[in-house]
């Protein structure tokens, strides 16, 4: 069983930084393609980045593009995503996903199932 521990969030004034972790366990977790999504209050959860297995291909939703980095390091089994420039609209809950198939990356939830509990990022003006 895939476990994913999100940790990183917290408050931040705009135009600050932060840096989220995803610590995976119980699968192959250099087969697998990672993401990040997101949800804010009163609406729907969101994708923000992916990362190939290998960490060759990378793709962004693009209001966070040039601001966010994702990385992942498949020796420590972690996936990390770099905020910078930080805005307000930014606030929200962050989630780490695994894609449900090796060898497979995407920015649909759906290609997702297993998912981390959510850390929250609060971006203050």
């Known amino acids: 069983q895939v476990q994913l521990v999100e940790s990183g969030g917290r408050l931040v004034q705009a135009g600050g930084s932060l840096r989220l972790t995803c610590a995976a366990s119980?699968?192959?977790?250099?087969?697998?393609?990672m993401g990040w999504f997101r949800q804010a209050p009163g609406k729907e959860r969101e994708f923000v980045a992916t990362?190939?297995?290998?960490?060759?291909?990378?793709y962004y939703v693009d209001s966070v593009k040039g601001r966010f980095t994702i990385s992942r390091d498949n020796a420590k089994n972690t996936v990390y995503l770099q905020m910078n420039s930080l805005k307000p609209e930014d606030t929200a809950v962050y989630y780490c996903?695994?894609?449900?198939?090796?060898?497979?990356?995407?920015?649909?939830?759906?290609?997702?199932?297993?998912w981390g509990q959510g850390t929250q990022v609060t971006v203050s003006s």
């Open positions: 996903a695994a894609a449900s198939q090796v060898y497979v990356m995407g920015a649909s939830q759906h290609d997702y199932s297993s």
């Open positions: 119980g699968h192959t977790f250099s087969r697998y393609a």
């Open positions: 990362i190939s297995w290998g960490g060759g291909s990378r």
